[in-house]
């Protein structure tokens, strides 16, 4: 399978419709497109046409109640060279997303993404201004049933950042995020609720943000988290610097609630590094309607956007190249767990068996 995906919806099982009129269904040779009802010694027993029936029909039923019991509402191994279960959310220029033999996670071909301070500048000479920050796909990830009621979600993939990787301002710049589209009235957009960053020192930081408020234009209600570091929180002891150049598997396991029975679990190459029970969303447009959440993938470096608007125009360091490559993306609904979304294949070291799996 490489490129799969389920409609999320609140039916249980998909809605087969059956022909009404059999091939034995009356006519003559003088209506077209209705064959005629064959002589009864022609025509099979009772009893085989039950057989027949239940030799084409079984198939079907596997794969409906198959259909029922699948658990992953996405899943994106790029082996086919088609992202349309993705969104093109930020694809300014032709190297800045592209499907690549190497280096790949698992199977053939993996997903690339690619962002220079020439983009940037060739953006303001297109006329775009200074909005070539970015170079992403999307997915919706969560659609809110309604107000207040929490959705659990499971995340899967692995992130390959470069070795050329070069990023020379002070500020981490977001390589996977989840977000909501809109904002409450009087609100801007917001910072995303998840992410997970290459840090200015060469580390991974994972930022969370949380608001129970609905429109709260001042942010005086929003919580912040980061790991590592960070109070109230379970982290690691200290996170390595990462591993340019290699494969890093990582799996989310998220209770979406803006109130305290939201859920954060997170494994990295197997090891569980965090683990936090509270809120961990925005309370947005939930209370006018359904705001579903999305997940984007690629890279994005806020900053670039910001010194220009706010330090007269400065343009990001000339050298600066942003490389990072994904593989085995998948996203699992609430019957699924770490087996079915984490990537598959060899990759890197992990433990024998994911550590901290165990969920209250």
């Not at 099979?44 to 079984?58: D, N, Q």
Request: charged share 20%.
């Amino acid at each position: 399978m490489t490129s799969r995906i389920r409609q999320m919806s609140t039916n249980p099982l998909p809605v087969v419709a059956l022909p009404r009129a059999s091939k034995y269904s009356r006519g003559s040779p003088s209506r077209p497109g209705v064959l005629a009802r064959p002589p009864a010694a022609q025509r099979p027993s009772c009893r085989a046409e039950k057989v027949r029936r239940a030799v084409i029909l079984l198939p079907l039923l596997l794969f409906v109640v198959s259909a029922a019991q699948a658990d992953l509402l996405l899943e994106e191994t790029f082996e086919d060279r088609d992202w349309s279960p993705l969104v093109a959310h930020r694809l300014y220029h032709d190297h800045s997303g592209l499907f690549v033999g190497d280096p790949v996670r698992n199977g053939r071909l993996a997903f690339r993404f690619h962002l220079t301070a020439a983009d940037f500048t060739r953006g303001l000479d297109e006329g775009l201004g200074p909005t070539v920050v970015r170079a992403e796909l999307a997915r919706w990830s969560v659609v809110n049933p309604g107000l207040g009621v929490p959705v659990t979600r499971w995340y899967g993939f692995s992130i390959h950042v470069e070795s050329s990787w070069k990023n020379s301002l002070s500020m981490g710049t977001i390589i996977t995020q989840w977000h909501h589209p809109f904002a409450d009235p009087g609100e801007g957009q917001g910072s995303p609720h998840l992410s997970i960053q290459v840090a200015p020192d060469g580390t991974w930081l994972i930022e969370n943000a949380s608001n129970p408020v609905f429109s709260d234009p001042s942010d005086s209600h929003r919580t912040r988290r980061k790991w590592p570091g960070g109070p109230g929180e379970t982290g690691p002891e200290g996170w390595p610097s990462i591993a340019k150049g290699q494969w890093v598997d990582w799996v989310i396991h998220a209770k979406w609630s803006y109130n305290a029975d939201g859920l954060l679990r997170i494994w990295q190459n197997g090891t569980r590094v965090i683990d936090y029970a509270g809120p961990n969303c925005d309370n947005d447009g939930s209370a006018t309607f359904n705001n579903p959440m999305f997940w984007k993938i690629g890279i994005y470096n806020a900053l670039w956007k910001w010194r220009y608007e706010n330090l007269d125009g400065r343009l990001p360091p000339p050298d600066d190249a942003l490389m990072a490559a994904f593989d085995e993306v998948r996203i699992g609904d609430q019957n699924s767990g770490y087996a079915e979304v984490a990537p598959r294949g060899s990759g890197p070291a992990a433990p024998a068996s994911p550590t901290g799996l165990a969920v209250e």
